[in-house]
């Protein structure tokens, strides 16, 4: 064989050639992990023994031009769509070259890839070079390769981009194996059905990662693996690749561990959640509901998962504790009887009629009352209940107790809105005065910084730069200043003990520090004594305003408050569930707790006051899981699901009223008109 510069300009020409057709179709090349002396030396001596002779001499085939090309190209590979590599070398070249090519191109498809190719300049070698001789020039041509720019990258970033993908390589094979495609399917059950908090931004990214995941089940045995590392993680995106360092990946990781759902995702939301996030589903996937139903079959509770609003008839007489048979459902035959429902009321104040004990109360006063009435507070809103019975009244109880009853609160709850976002943003509510604003509580997020101000008696002011006084033990607990799109926000200022404040009067207003569009206003809460006065304020703030909300004085170790806003809640709306506030109502029954009937003590016992004519108009839960026996607790949130699902179905002459927790008696006290003998008598009676 004759080899000649021109021979080599034109094997030259096919690399160059085969490259651009190749090489350059491909996003990302790759570099093996192997010797390029070792490859410069298979190269040198891959030639005919012909040659061998005078390949020293011939720069064409032994020269640093050449020998440099090799230390950058040599072990350069792409990886085909079969996740084979195809090496610079594995191309029908001219004869004189092509033994020596495939001899290389065999050693290189022994290597591993091990990194990605990039390089700092726009080419390597040097196309050609002129040896001077005495009265002529000798052109020689080396190995050159153009290099297009997605392939460049500044030698300042190149190191630290082949060690990202690298990196990014381990990171996909751990996440491909570690992470389950059941899991993947769990959550996007959650994120079809909206269950997961702000999980539709990983909708497509869950998807994209199932795909890949089942791709890699079915991977053929003999594919080689490491290529096909490799190449997934360099053309995927990113956010695919990277899940399993991301809240998301924690959430598989958990679920693929075989993590309780549950707490998993209470894991995902502690990350990234805003701490004031209430998520209002419960978490359960289809194979979960399939279990649920078998179960639910299984123990004959389907009869039991109807519910209706209870009435007088279904309760055993010996389950009451009054009864006042006197009273009786009547129908207002004029428009003025609702007319007198909705008038305003003052508030009456009882902190002077006797006092007496719940025990002494049910032991000796109810037995000889005639009827008895319930002064209705405003203040008990969210204290109102319904007692809940199964639609089939001979369905089985699926309680922890033996009757297939059980009741629901308003909003299931027995504080306050407000109060309860307090304490969920980690406030303290249980103090003797308490100040609380809320916002961003409507349809429209409202992004304003609005801040709860104190001024106290000697003029300290208590706020977000000053938010404690040592002198009165004041404390701004709960301070929200980016209030986040669909949650409540809520500040809160609290005196823990009246005996530390200063007598005197103490001013509470409400800054916007930061207007941001929101419109709607605020809401604010004040209390003491047990008592919460609500106020609303609907109208916009401007930058800088303040609007002043009330004055609560401290004279005598006694508060009272003076309205400054105007916007009283409790003064406006004092009807509810068809029942007026601020007045005696006539109770036609009263009852413990179903947990408490018979010989059944679980739990937390309760005290219900039915009243008369009280009708609940929200769409209640029929049960709530803790109160769910042992058997279903493996089904609890399917159970959670179906009870915010089933709608409670209306009675006639329903028993609803207000009830009250015993969990800590002393805490409250209600005031009662009883009449025994035709004698009326006022009774505050201590819970």
């Known amino acids: 064989m004759e080899y000649s510069d021109a021979k080599f300009k034109k094997m030259q020409s096919q690399l160059q050639e085969y490259f651009d057709d190749y090489f350059l179709k491909e996003d990302f090349l790759f570099r093996l992990d192997c010797d390029v002396g070792e490859v410069w030396n298979l190269y040198l ?78 080419s390597v070698g040097v196309f050609r070079s002129f040896t001077e001789h005495e009265d002529w020039f000798e052109e020689c041509h080396h190995f050159y390769l153009d290099i297009p720019d997605k392939f460049y990258k500044g030698s300042d970033e190149l190191a630290s981009e082949i060690g990202d993908a690298r990196t990014q390589r381990k990171l996909f094979e751990d996440t491909l ?78 679920i693929t561990e075989g993590k309780d759902l549950e707490e998993a995702v209470t894991n995902y939301e502690k990350i990234t959640a805003p701490e004031n996030y209430q998520r209002p589903k419960a978490i359960y996937t289809d194979e979960m509901l399939e279990e649920a139903k078998a179960k639910i079959a299984e123990l004959g509770y389907m009869d039991s998962l109807e519910r209706r609003f209870a009435k007088l008839e279904d309760i055993s007489i010996n389950n009451v504790l009054f009864a006042n048979r006197d009273v009786r459902a009547s129908i207002g035959d004029s428009i003025f009887d609702e007319l007198k429902k909705n008038v305003s009321r003052k508030v009456h104040n009882f902190d002077t009629v006797s006092e007496i004990s719940l025990d002494e109360f049910i032991n000796n006063v109810l037995p000889r009352a005639q009827e008895i009435s319930l002064y209705v507070d405003s203040k008990f809103k969210n204290n109102f209940v319904s007692l809940i019975a199964p639609l089939n009244e001979d369905a089985p109880s699926m309680f922890q107790w033996d009757n297939p009853f059980s009741w629901t609160y308003e909003n299931n ?197 039915m009243l008369n004519d009280c009708i609940n108009d929200t769409n209640p839960s029929g049960w709530f899981n803790e109160y769910l026996n042992n058997e279903l607790h493996p089904n609890r949130k399917v159970m959670e699901a179906l009870s915010s699902r089933i709608r409670v179905e209306d009675t006639e002459n329903q028993l609803s009223g207000v009830g009250f927790s015993l969990g800590k008696l002393g805490e409250r006290k209600v005031t009662v008109k009883v009449k025994t003998n035709n004698i009326d008598r006022i009774w505050n009676v201590i819970m």
């Open 413 to 609: 709850i027995t504080d306050s809105l407000m109060k309860e976002q307090v304490k969920k943003m980690g406030g303290d509510v249980d103090v003797d005065l308490r100040f609380s604003i809320q916002w961003n509580d409507g349809d429209v997020w409202d992004k304003n910084d609005l801040d709860a101000h104190s001024t106290e008696p000697d003029g300290n002011e208590i706020y977000f730069s000053k938010m404690k006084s040592k002198k009165t033990g004041g404390w701004l607990d709960v301070d929200i200043i980016n209030p986040v799109n669909g949650e409540i926000a809520v500040e809160n200022i609290q005196y823990k003990h009246k005996d530390k404040m200063i007598e005197g009067e103490y001013l509470f207003r409400v800054h916007q520090y930061s207007y941001r569009g929101g419109d709607g206003g605020f809401k604010a809460e004040v209390e003491f004594d047990n008592r919460i006065h609500s106020f609303d304020y609907p109208n916009k703030l401007s930058q800088g305003e303040y609007v002043n909300v009330a004055k609560v004085k401290l004279k005598d170790g006694l508060f009272t408050l003076t309205d400054l806003i105007g916007y009283q809640i409790r003064l406006s709306n004092t009807n509810h569930w068809n029942i007026a506030l601020e007045d005696f109502v006539p109770v036609s029954l009263i009852c413990f707790s179903p947990n408490y009937w018979n010989d059944n003590e679980f739990g937390n016992k309760h005290i219900f006051f």
């Open 177 to 254: 194996n570690l992470i389950s495609v059941d899991a993947v399917d769990t959550v996007l059950e959650l994120v079809y059905s909206k269950t997961l908090y702000r999980s539709n931004q990983w909708k497509d990214t869950l998807e994209g990662l199932r795909d890949v995941l089942k791709n890699y089940e079915q991977i053929d045995s003999k594919c080689d693996l490491n290529n096909w590392f490799w190449k997934k993680s360099a053309t995927l995106p990113r956010n695919i690749v990277h899940i399993k360092n991301t809240s998301m990946g924690t959430l598989l990781l958990d």
């Open 45 to 122: 001596d891959s030639f005919p023994p012909e040659i061998k002779g005078i390949y020293y001499e011939k720069p064409w085939h032994d020269c640093q031009r050449c020998w440099s090309w090799f230390r950058t190209m040599a072990n350069v590979v792409m990886i085909d769509d079969n996740y084979e590599i195809k090496t610079l070398f594995d191309f029908e070249t001219i004869p004189e070259y092509r033994d020596v090519f495939k001899t290389l191109d065999e050693f290189l498809k022994t290597k591993q890839v091990k990194d990605l190719f990039l390089h700092d300049k726009s």
